[in-house]
Nanobody
Framework: QVQLVESGGGLVQAGGSLRLSCAASGRTFTRYMGWFRQAPGKEREFVTAINWSTGSTIYADYVKGRFTISRDNAKNTVYLQMNSLKPEDTAVYYC?????????????????WGQGTQVTVSS
């Protein structure tokens, strides 16, 4: 089992920045860790993911150039640096982990989820 705990959400004005953290504990070997988000009344959508071993990353088009995912293997923590935030980025952000191979932009690929952290961007 892997336990994931997110932190770092909050309220920020449009154009501002936030950094989310996701600390993993338990059986911490994971192949990929990702960030998803869910706005009220909408489905959970992919934001970004990182290969825990190689550090290779993938991003959704709507965050490319603004968000950056990174990891600290020693701390078993993954980060999401969010810059140039827009009101449409407002959502609950979830950290997820998987040991499986596949398409990492689909929530169904992930076995472990954090509790989520709220990000609100005001206009």
């Amino acid at each position: 089992q892997v336990q994931l705990v997110e932190s770092g959400g909050g309220l920020v004005q449009a154009g501002g920045s936030l950094r989310l953290s996701c600390a993993a504990s338990g059986r911490t070997f994971t192949r990929y860790m990702g960030w998803f988000r869910q706005a009220p009344g909408k489905e959970r959508e992919f934001v970004t993911a990182i290969n825990w071993s190689t550090g290779s990353t993938i991003y959704a088009d709507y965050v490319k150039g603004r968000f950056t995912i990174s990891r600290d293997n020693a701390k078993n923590t993954v980060y999401l640096q969010m810059n140039s935030l827009k009101p449409e980025d407002t959502a609950v952000y979830y950290c997820a982990a998987t040991n499986r191979g596949g398409s990492y932009n689909f929530p169904i690929m992930y076995d472990y989820w954090g509790q989520g952290t709220q990000v609100t961007v005001s206009s």
